[in-house]
């Protein structure tokens, strides 16, 4: 979708606008008591968010991540609209986490993108990275099978979708969203301003 940025706040958002099952855990990283969160809510076959995911994401994982400032959280937002393998690729991706292989599945998924995302049918190849991943094959297709794995999905879109979000990638953090793939340095201004007034002490 355009990569624009637009900050503005909504009305009280939190983490209980998205599902918070076992895939919820498996798909953040970071401390879970870290002072930030950032709700990344992402399409698997949105080309921006690849841009993000391989472009940027790295960085802020390095500075923000495992530095213990942030805890960071992957959110579901299928645009079935303009992209018709997403809702395919978030399924392996939710399956994936299941055998606490999210991370992994969501580098490869974004790394292949422009392999699977014009196929017609993208499970047979989706189903070649299970074979890169380790994945327990008859768990993986028994989760694939399940209307709870696509429920999940559409869960995590409609409380992208209450949060504000209407393109991807969008990211929320603390009662605003960054919209758009977005360089470092604004990801940069934004957490550590959010950070620093989390962790002020306060004056005596």
Known sequence: MRATVLLMFSLGLAGNLFAQDLPMAARSKGSATAPVTVYEMSDFQCPFCRRHAIEVFPTLEKEYITTGKVRWVFVNLPITSIHANSVAA???????????????????????????????????????????????????????????????????????????????????????????????????????????????????
């Open 90 to 204: 978030a399924s392996f991706a939710m399956c994936a986490a299941r055998q606490d292989k999210f991370w992994p599945a969501h580098d490869l998924l974004f790394k292949h993108q422009e392999t699977w995302a014009p196929l017609k049918n993208p499970v047979p190849f989706l189903m070649t990275l299970a074979d890169s991943l380790k994945l327990a094959r008859p768990a993986l297709t028994a989760c694939l099978a399940k209307p709870e794995t696509v429920n999940q999905i559409r869960t995590d879109a409609e409380g992208a979708a209450k949060s504000g979000a209407q393109s991807t990638p969008t990211f929320y953090i603390d009662g605003a969203l960054i919209i758009g793939a977005q360089p470092p340095q604004l990801f940069r201004m934004v957490l550590d301003s959010v950070y620093t007034a989390k962790t002020r002490k306060p004056a005596k």
